[in-house]
């Protein structure tokens, strides 16, 4: 029968007194890895965030692209009336240009609100590290 090799073939074991593990324990356990993940991990100097933290960084990557992508679709609104009055000679109208301000209006104050869980993050972040 034939040995297959391990991608990992030494096995280290360490001691620690019981304060050292639970804070051991703790960190894996807030990181979601496994503990030879985690502790390669921090041997390789890989900077290691809690889950939660990861799933909050992964909702903000998906509201940037939604606002991205909506940004993008107003942009195209205004370059079309833009077209429209520089080949036909015709202005938006006031309307037009008001539910335009709007929008954006809309798009600042939801953008405030992902900055603000930006900014409790590295709040939360500072404070898990000191």
């Known amino acids: 029968m034939k040995k297959i090799k391990r991608k990992r073939d030494i ?4 001691r620690m007194n019981d ?9 894996v356990d807030e990181s979601g890895l496994t503990q030879q993940s985690f ?17 909050v960084l ?3 990557s998906k509201t940037f692209a939604d606002y991205e992508k909506q940004l993008r679709g ?6 079309q009336l833009a077209h429209i009055a520089n080949g036909q000679g015709y202005l938006p109208t006031e309307q037009q240009l008001a539910n335009l ?3 954006i209006n809309e798009y ?11 900014r409790s ?6 404070l898990t590290q000191q």
């Open 39 to 55: 502790i390669i991990k921090a041997i390789q100097g890989s900077v290691i965030r809690p889950s939660d933290e990861i799933t």
């Open 108 to 118: 600042r104050k939801e953008s405030e609100k992902t900055w603000l869980l930006i």
């Open 58 to 60: 992964k909702e903000l």
């Open 74 to 79: 107003l942009a195209t609104n205004v370059n």
């Open 101 to 103: 301000s709007s929008q």
């Open 11 to 14: 096995a280290v074991t360490i």
């Open 121 to 126: 993050s590295i709040n939360q972040q500072k």
């Open 19 to 27: 304060r050292e593990h639970d804070e051991l324990m703790n960190k």
